[in-house]
């Protein structure tokens, strides 16, 4: 090539506008064959403040383009067309903008330099306040890529679940993070469905959502939704940012079957000594009649009483054996139903006394009786724990006598919604470097490590999947009161009281 271009003079507006454009270390690579042209070209960029490096050939332009904000490039070079570079450029990430030069410029010329990728288009001699304008416009175009390059990498690295769908529902991006949580590969998110992978709600907010997963399942995902308006009234996206539960939910859950299981089973081994006391005199009784037939000796007035003594042990036995039964549907239940409240919880206090024995006497007050929407055998183990943690602080009290009482009614702050379980017991009350640590898993006062520590985490877990919530309602040295409340329908009967006690 034999074209010279104007010696540079020095321009007042180029540096004037430098101190607006702040190159920033950006660097430049000079590509052109002429010594003298590309050492001036050089000079001309650095004057600007930008990191310049000259070469005379593709192959010296492709050695040295990794980390190039902007390529000059001449458009006839010694090894080839120098627009044969531009789809390596555009290879490299993020890829640099290039700025094509020549002495012979048409405008098909142009035209067709843009169609194939490159930024802009010069005409030598080179105008050096052209020359830095379209720098200025290539190396911000260059940031802007550079920065969404970098801010799609942090996406996709992150492990919380971002999703956008545009206003027909169709996924315009997700990271890797949602390729996760939807168990789906990245690139058969992009144009599918929003609806078809996650609950999708109608307004922005948050909350949690159920997850379709590909095998039938379902996960869980907490996250918040955001629409961004569209430049008339419509949504333009809708934003989902999120973390996936699923695991997390499915490990809550087995701990509390598997507490769950525990606690029944500590239950269930007191309730089996509980059950032997009556056994063992229906099989006296039994083995007296058996005697008195077999010797002749048989008493008919005595062996009225004792037949009467059998039958109350075998209802005692059944009793028991029924409640055990209704409690152990906990295990087995999913979903809730229609249930009398005061009847769940006086099938809980029945089988509470038998674990508690003599450690406390157990009072039963129905205040009013209505009805709830509960899993009734995880409600009767809630109740049942409750009562059962109640005994444990008043271990080895005397004075006061131990008193539990569990009370069911209607809670006074809001009588329309809420049905009302206190379970009160006049026991020390609960240290206050406890008091926030009650419902964490494996959390335990009681000594020498007795209990799961699992107990009342079950029973808030257990209230909580009804809709209701536990908390401790009070606490102070002269006794705790746990309270339940649950949404309840229609109250059904006046009050009672149900005078409480061993038997």
Not at 15 to 23: E, N, Q, T, V
Not at 88 to 101: H, Y
Not at 178 to 205: K, N, S, W, Y
Not at 460 to 479: C, H, K, M, N, Q
């Amino acid at each position: 090539m034999t074209e010279t271009p104007s010696s540079p003079a020095p321009d007042p507006r180029p540096r004037r506008r430098a101190r607006l454009h702040d190159p920033g270390g950006l660097r430049v690579l000079v590509v052109e064959d002429q010594p003298l042209i590309r050492e001036l070209l050089c000079e001309l960029v650095s004057s600007w403040g930008y990191a310049v490096e000259g070469v005379d050939s593709l192959a010296g332009a492709r050695a040295r383009a990794a980390g190039v904000a902007v390529v000059l490039l001449d458009l006839q070079l010694p090894d080839g067309e120098g627009m044969s570079l531009v789809p390596d450029l555009q290879g490299l990430s993020p890829p640099p903008a290039v700025i094509v030069s020549t002495g012979f410029g048409t405008v098909e010329n142009a035209i067709q330099a843009l169609h194939e990728g490159a930024f802009g288009f010069l005409l030598k001699p080179v105008r050096p306040s052209v020359l830095h304008t379209m720098l200025t416009r290539a190396t911000s175009a260059f940031r802007q890529r550079r920065d969404l390059e970098l801010h799609r990498d942090i996406l996709h690295s992150v492990k919380d679940v971002v999703a956008a769908a545009g206003a027909d529902g169709s996924i315009s991006y997700a990271n890797r993070g949602a390729a996760e949580a939807f168990r789906r590969p990245l690139e058969q998110l992009h144009g599918a469905a929003l609806a078809d992978l996650i609950e999708v709600p109608e307004r922005d907010g948050s909350g949690e959502y159920r997850i379709q997963l590909p095998d039938g399942d379902e996960g869980v995902l907490e996250g918040s939704w955001t629409s961004l308006p569209g430049d008339g009234q419509g949504v333009r996206l809708r934003v989902l940012i999120g973390r996936d539960v699923t695991r997390e939910r499915n490990a809550r859950r087995d701990l509390m079957r598997s507490g769950a299981l525990a606690e029944l089973g500590m239950m269930l081994a007191e309730a089996a000594h509980e059950i032997n006391n009556p056994a063992a005199f229906l099989l006296a009784n039994l083995s007296t009649l058996q005697e008195d037939l077999a010797e002749g000796t048989f008493d008919a007035t005595l062996a009225a009483e004792m037949v009467s003594e059998c039958i109350i042990g075998v209802r005692r036995i059944s009793g028991i054996v029924s409640r055990l039964r209704s409690l152990t549907r906990a295990q087995i239940e999913e979903h809730p139903e229609q249930v009398f409240l005061a009847q769940v919880v006086r099938e809980a206090v029945y089988i509470a006394r038998v674990r508690v024995g003599r450690r406390a006497n157990v009072h039963l007050v129905i205040d009013q009786d209505v009805e709830v929407m509960a899993t009734q055998g995880r409600l009767s183990q809630a109740i049942m724990n409750l009562v059962v943690n109640a005994a444990d602080a008043l271990e080895g009290q005397t004075s006061p006598a131990p008193l539990i009482e569990v009370s069911v009614g209607v809670d006074s702050s809001d009588p329309r919604r809420a049905a009302r379980i206190d379970v009160t017991d006049n026991g020390p009350g609960v240290p206050e470097h406890m008091r926030d640590r009650l419902f964490e898993p494996f959390m335990t006062s009681k000594a020498h490590g007795g209990g799961t520590g699992l107990g009342l985490p079950i029973s808030r877990s257990f209230v909580e999947d009804i809709g209701g919530t536990l908390r401790l309602e009070s606490t102070s040295p002269a006794g705790s009161r746990f309270r339940v409340l649950l949404p309840h329908l229609v109250p059904v009967s006046a009050p009672s009281d149900e005078g409480g006690g061993l038997g």
